[in-house]
Nanobody, 122 residues
Framework: VQLVESGGGLVQPGGSLRLSCAASGFTFSNYYIGWVRQAPGKGLEWVSDINGDVTRTNYADSVKGRFTISRDNAKNTVYLQMTSLKPEDTAIYYC????????????????WGQGTQVTVSS
């Protein structure tokens, strides 16, 4: 099982980035995929998740209206389009997979990626 994030980097405030999460080794469409971030010196923060049949998305209040999650089950990939980025969005972003939404809410994922760094700074 693998989840591999990509697309992180350094961006100025107000800029945009698109993160990707490529999955393998499990039945991708059966899983919720979430994005979780960890800012320097802070704990894990759930950012967004999407269900397996792409009918439902959820966002933390801190990113609602700025971030968009999507997935392509044919490519086993989930994306996080981030716009209007703020310095407080600086964090390592992880994608993670879970069979059940309750586990997503509890932060109890079955699989995790290695993370990608996003730095928002002028």
């Amino acid at each position: 099982v693998q989840l591999v994030e990509s697309g992180g980097g350094l961006v100025q405030p107000g800029g945009s980035l698109r993160l990707s999460c490529a999955a393998s080794g499990f039945t991708f469409s059966n899983y919720y995929i979430g994005w979780v971030r960890q800012a320097p010196g802070k704990g894990l923060e759930w950012v967004s998740d999407i269900n397996g049949d792409v009918t439902r998305t959820n966002y933390a209040d801190s990113v609602k209206g700025r971030f968009t999650i999507s997935r392509d089950n044919a490519k086993n990939t989930v994306y996080l389009q981030m716009t209007s980025l703020k310095p407080e969005d600086t964090a390592i972003y992880y994608c993670a997979a879970s069979r059940f939404r309750l586990c997503v809410l509890a932060g109890s994922f079955d699989y995790w990626g290695q993370g990608t760094q996003v730095t928002v700074s002028s």
